[in-house]
């Protein structure tokens, strides 16, 4: 049983590039979780504490009103894109929910899929006008700095450091950390791990906080969380850690792993990346993004994808604007 569900878990982290259908769900015991420092009132004037990065949920205001796509402006990254005729993003295949490879059909889905099918929308009227490019949690920034990707949709949470390197648009999902054990395991919290080998993606924000929240834990680092589920299956980890909703999707692909019922340790706001330089494709993506809460759209593909796992759809992220 085990040895099968290995072989399944590696055959979703194939890497290809392809287009994207429909989803499966499962449950879980959904948990709170803490809340970032509480973001500043949007304005349209320019907030110093965001030009110092103070508050890192600051984004730059949304393109008002948002252009159709037979009317973007002339020189624009959004009409260099269409003129290519796709949008290209960098996203997950292998983590379920949010960006992963449906094994009956080979395509990838999941709410950040979605996100980027929204984008194509705005931009070409068609939201299968794009080209997905599977990448690492390391190759994130490394593949908006050198152009390789126009936006990567993969759980990203936005934080100081990374506005130093790239752009996000505002929050579009609000996450936390948690652990993932094994079925009968003693450890329940983040408090328990001194000692043991822990599994979190390299590059990502999950290892920075378990080496800073866990400093007794022994952290083990893999490419991807289902290389972290592999370690985890062939018993060179005790535990893994991440953001719930990666951990909801892992667990739910081997059913000896569980979510302990905890409190989150981490509050992690997720926001798409973009080039630093192409200020002008955050702000029409913050326009969409604006459009999908007030329209209901945004709740739609949370019930789509999340629902099931994390309880019925909370009210979007309130976006912060005023950076420059």
């Not at 400093?215 to 490419?223: F, L, W």
Request: charged residues 20%; glycine residues 8%; proline residues 9%.
């Amino acid at each position: 049983m085990r040895r099968r569900w290995r072989a399944a878990v590696l055959a979703v982290a194939s890497v290809l590039t392809v287009s994207v259908l429909s989803a499966c769900t499962f449950s879980t015991t959904p948990t709170p979780l803490p809340e970032p420092p509480a973001p500043q009132p949007t304005t349209s004037a320019p907030a110093p504490q965001a030009a110092r990065c103070g508050n890192p949920l600051a984004t730059y205001e949304p393109s008002n009103p948002l252009p159709p796509p037979d009317a973007l402006p002339s020189g624009s990254t959004m009409a260099k894109i269409k003129k290519r005729g796709r949008l290209v993003a960098g996203v997950s295949a292998d983590t379920y929910l949010l960006g992963s490879r449906n094994p009956f059909t080979g395509e990838i889905e999941g709410f950040d899929i979605d996100m980027v099918k929204a984008v194509a929308k705005a931009i070409f009227g068609n939201e299968n006008r794009y080209q997905l490019k599977v990448i690492t949690a390391a190759q994130r920034i490394p593949a908006l700095e050198k152009g390789e990707v126009d936006i990567v949709a993969r759980n990203m949470t936005i934080n100081c450091d990374r506005w130093k390197q790239i752009a996000f648009s505002g929050e579009y999902y609000r996450s936390g950390q948690k652990i993932l054990v094994r079925k009968g395991s003693k450890i329940n919290s983040i408090t328990e791990l001194a000692g043991q080998k822990v599994c979190a993606p390299i590059g990502t924000s999950s290892m920075d906080n378990l080496i800073k929240k866990a400093p007794k834990a022994i952290p083990v680092g893999a490419d991807t969380h289902t290389g972290c589920l592999v370690l985890f299956q062939e018993g060179q980890v005790a535990a893994i850690t991440g953001d719930d909703t990666v951990l909801a999707g892992l667990a739910a692909q081997d059913p000896y792993a569980v979510v302990p019922n905890q409190q989150a340790f981490t509050s992690e706001p997720y926001g798409l990346g973009f080039n630093k330089k192409d200020v002008d494709f955050v702000s029409f993506v913050n326009a969409r993004l604006d459009q999908m809460r007030t329209d209901g759209e945004w709740k739609t593909l949370y019930n789509r994808w999340l629902r099931d796992s994390l309880g019925p759809a909370p009210d979007p992220p309130i976006p912060v604007y005023g950076r420059t």
